[in-house]
């Protein structure tokens, strides 16, 4: 049996229901200024490009199967922060500390989560997976 990307990529598409935008500081902290005052880095602004937009989705991290633990082992679940960024695979590789903001929804009816449209999350793992149709990566809340 065949696989067909294509309908994969039909299934796929309806889950991609955010619109989502990625925005990197491609100079990192270099181009900071130290205030003096604070002794804080002090980034310039605008000190972000926007590097993709398109349609994507941002959802809570999913939790293993449960099993038993192996031998008196202690299974450590991911903080309450953590989210998975879903991206067509077309869509740039990203960047641990790239921002991924979400800026509305196409989904009929609204957004999946309305309390995510205007989010920001920061790229936490660029490498969680990439499959024949999308791209996942682990992200966290910003604000």
């Given at each position: 049996?065949?696989?067909?990307?294509?309908?994969?990529?039909?299934?796929?598409?309806?889950?991609?229901?955010?619109k989502?935008?990625?925005?990197r500081?491609?100079?990192?902290?270099?181009?900071?200024?130290?205030?003096?005052?604070?002794?804080?880095?002090?980034?310039?602004?605008?000190?972000?490009?926007?590097?993709?937009?398109?349609?994507?989705?941002?959802?809570?991290?999913g939790?293993?199967?449960?099993?038993?633990?192996?031998?008196?082992?202690?299974?450590?679940?991911?903080?309450?922060?953590?989210?998975?960024?879903?991206?067509?695979?077309?869509?740039?590789?990203?960047?641990?500390?790239?921002?991924?903001?979400?800026?509305?929804s196409?989904?009929?009816?609204?957004?999946?989560?309305?309390?995510?449209?205007?989010?920001?999350?920061?790229?936490s793992?660029?490498?969680v997976?990439?499959?024949?149709?999308?791209?996942?990566?682990?992200?966290?809340?910003?604000?």
């Amino acid at each position: 049996m065949a696989f067909d990307v294509e309908g994969a990529r039909r299934v796929v598409d309806r889950i991609l229901d955010d619109k989502l935008e990625v925005w990197r500081d491609s100079a990192g902290r270099t181009d900071d200024v130290l205030d003096e005052t604070t002794g804080m880095l002090v980034p310039p602004a605008p000190d972000e490009e926007l590097v993709w937009d398109g349609s994507g989705a941002v959802m809570p991290l999913g939790r293993p199967a449960l099993t038993q633990p192996v031998g008196g082992s202690v299974a450590v679940e991911p903080p309450t922060t953590d989210y998975q960024a879903v991206l067509p695979v077309d869509a740039p590789v990203l960047r641990r500390d790239d921002v991924i903001r979400v800026a509305g929804s196409v989904r009929p009816g609204g957004p999946r989560d309305p309390r995510l449209v205007g989010r920001r999350f920061r790229v936490s793992d660029g490498a969680v997976g990439t499959y024949s149709v999308v791209r996942i990566v682990r992200v966290q809340v910003i604000d």
